[in-house]
């Protein structure tokens, strides 16, 4: 088993920048692909970032392109999340996921680990 623990949400104004981390315990941190999803109220949930083990690849949403940045620590178990930028849009419960099976980083299919969620809230 692998546990998630998200941090560092909280409410910021447009345009700030706020930084998740998603620290991982459990089962072995080598080898997964981790992932960023969000979901607004009242949408369904969506991919946002994800990286391989390696760090090596990176994938976005085209909605998040150029202001967010996904990277992770394997060392410390960590995987971030640095978003600037940021708009109303964001406002989003924001989870962290793992993979150890190959497939398309986008989709959740495939990701078996969740974090419970750091709430983002972007005010005007």
């Known amino acids: 088993q692998v546990q998630l623990v998200e941090s560092g949400g909280g409410l910021v104004q447009a345009g700030g920048s706020l930084r998740l981390s998603c620290a991982a315990s459990?089962?072995?941190?080598?080898?997964?692909?981790m992932g960023w999803f969000r979901q607004a109220p009242g949408k369904e949930r969506e991919f946002v970032a994800a990286i391989t083990w390696s760090g090596g690849r990176t994938y976005y949403a085209d909605s998040v392109k150029g202001r967010f940045t996904i990277s992770r620590d394997n060392a410390k178990n960590t995987v971030y999340l640095q978003m600037n930028s940021l708009q109303l849009e964001d406002t989003a419960v924001y989870y962290c996921?793992?993979?150890?099976?190959?497939?398309?980083?986008?989709?959740?299919?495939?990701?078996?680990?969740w974090g419970q969620g750091t709430q983002v809230t972007v005010s005007s």
């Open positions: 996921s793992g993979r150890y099976i190959i497939g398309d980083p986008s989709r959740e299919a495939g990701y078996a680990y």
């Open positions: 459990g089962r072995t941190f080598r080898g997964a692909t």
